[in-house]
């Protein structure tokens, strides 16, 4: 496994440096051609990502419950989602990666979920996070710029018509402190 990804042999360590890696060198780390080593570094990233992001959601006044939805709801929406953006970019666009190199893209790209629970920040971090996935699958599809900024903006149009199509519409409301002290979700 390559010293810039995440392990969990050392995990405070190597989500520093993954984190730091993805953050700060985004074209460097994507790059880098991890194809063949699985998805437990990626996986273990996301998962790492998201209970920070989640317990900060808690412990700054969205309850407890954000930390499970946040966690299992970030999960399945990468791991979903990474079908739909490879489907796009592999049988649309015409990429050259696999479902293997678009999960990683999306999850490495999660990097910025630390920072959901900041409101200043919690934008910001959003667009930072789409330009993380647009120089990923540059580098997993072998793309121009142009053809990832469309597999990006065709994913997220897809995704949103068919969650709209199957009702299915509080799947891409955001978690929202007044919503997370009910008891009668909609889903």
């Known amino acids: ?5 995440f392990s969990w042999d050392r995990p405070l360590q190597s989500y520093l440096a993954t ?6 060198s985004p074209r460097e780390f994507f790059a880098v051609d991890r194809s063949g080593q699985g998805l437990q570094a990626p996986i273990g990233f996301l998962l790492v990502t998201l209970a920070i992001g989640g317990v900060g959601l808690a412990v700054f006044g969205w309850g407890f419950v954000a930390l499970p939805r946040f966690l299992i709801g970030g999960f399945l929406r990468v791991v979903l989602g990474a079908v739909v953006f ?3 970019a592999s049988q649309v666009l015409g990429g050259k990666g696999d479902y293997e190199s678009t999960l990683r893209v999306l999850a490495y790209a999660s990097a ?8 200043g920040i ?3 971090a959003g667009l930072y996070g ?3 996935v647009i120089v990923g699958l ?5 793309f121009d710029p142009s ?16 969650v709209h199509a199957l009702r299915l519409d509080h799947v891409l409301r955001p978690m929202h402190p007044a919503w997370l002290g009910h008891h009668h979700f909609h889903g």
Request: proline share 4%; charged share 15%; no cysteine.
């Open 1 to 5: 496994m390559p010293e810039d990804e």
């Open 19 to 24: 984190w730091r890696g993805v953050v700060a």
């Open 86 to 88: 490879w489907l796009v």
């Open 112 to 119: 910025v979920s630390v920072l959901i629970f900041l409101p």
């Open 122 to 124: 919690r934008l910001l």
């Open 130 to 132: 789409l330009f993380l």
């Open 138 to 142: 540059e580098s997993a599809h072998r």
């Open 147 to 162: 053809r990832a900024v469309l597999t990006v903006a065709l994913s997220l149009f897809s995704i949103f018509v068919v």
